[in-house]
């Protein structure tokens, strides 16, 4: 088992190009979840999908868009990067959203 | 609004000694509480949860403290290890909907 994994590591971008942040997780968890982390801020969810065809927005949706066209796939896409999005984002997926969720390494975003 | 609350970003503890981080919340309608640990440059991993029909769970040397009237939880770590050392996370959610996360509070041991 993977678990969860995100690519890429690192990402260099400059204000206003697009990117999508990839995650996958091969535990048939149905639900998955986006956060940025942020100093002094914790992690705040960014969308989140209780299964496949199912999205909905968390705290601090602005900016992004997700899809969950599969079980194990769930990207993240930024459409115009932007300064304020300079963050690290974590992919999460669990069985239900209260319980133990399983976090991916993280990708550290850089938007100049 | 802060839902979830961890008004210590940091504490240094003796190694062997007890480790208490604190974690308060104003939505009563939270029902689930999670801890979670993260070291540098990984993502969080789950270590103990609890559920509000309880005040008390156990885990090894880890033990989650629930009181519900006053709105806060409390995770001990006895005895404290210099592995011990990271950012905890508490988190709260409710009727199986989306968690959320408190600020985090950096915990050192103290060789």
């Known amino acids: 088992n993977a678990g969860v994994t995100q690519t890429p590591k690192f990402q260099v971008l400059k204000t206003g190009q697009s990117m999508t942040l990839q995650c996958a997780q091969d535990m048939n968890h149905e639900y998955m979840s986006w956060y940025r982390q942020d100093p002094g801020m914790g992690l705040r969810l960014i969308h989140y999908?209780?299964?496949?065809?199912?999205?909905d927005q968390g705290e601090v949706p602005n900016g992004y868009n997700v899809s969950r066209s599969t079980t194990e796939d769930f990207p993240l896409r930024l459409l115009s990067a932007a300064p304020s999005q300079t963050s690290v984002y974590f992919c999460a997926s669990s069985s239900m959203a209260e319980e133990e969720q399983f976090f991916g390494p993280g990708t550290r975003l850089t938007v100049l | 609004d802060q839902q979830v609350k961890q008004n210590s970003p940091s504490l240094s503890v003796q190694e062997g000694r007890i480790s208490i981080l604190n974690c308060d919340y104003t939505n009563s309608m939270f029902d689930y509480f999670l801890w979670y640990k993260k070291y540098p440059a990984e993502g969080p991993t789950f270590l103990i949860s609890i559920s509000s029909i309880k005040d008390k769970n156990e885990d090894g040397r880890f033990t989650v403290f629930l009181n519900k009237s006053a709105k806060h939880l409390s995770l001990h770590i006895v005895p404290s290890q210099p592995g011990d050392s990271a950012v905890y996370f508490c988190?709260?959610?409710?009727?199986?909907?989306?968690?959320?996360f408190g600020t985090g509070t950096r915990l050192t041991i103290i060789p």
């Open positions: 988190a709260a959610a409710f009727f199986r909907e989306k968690l959320t």
């Open positions: 999908s209780v299964g496949a065809g199912i999205t």
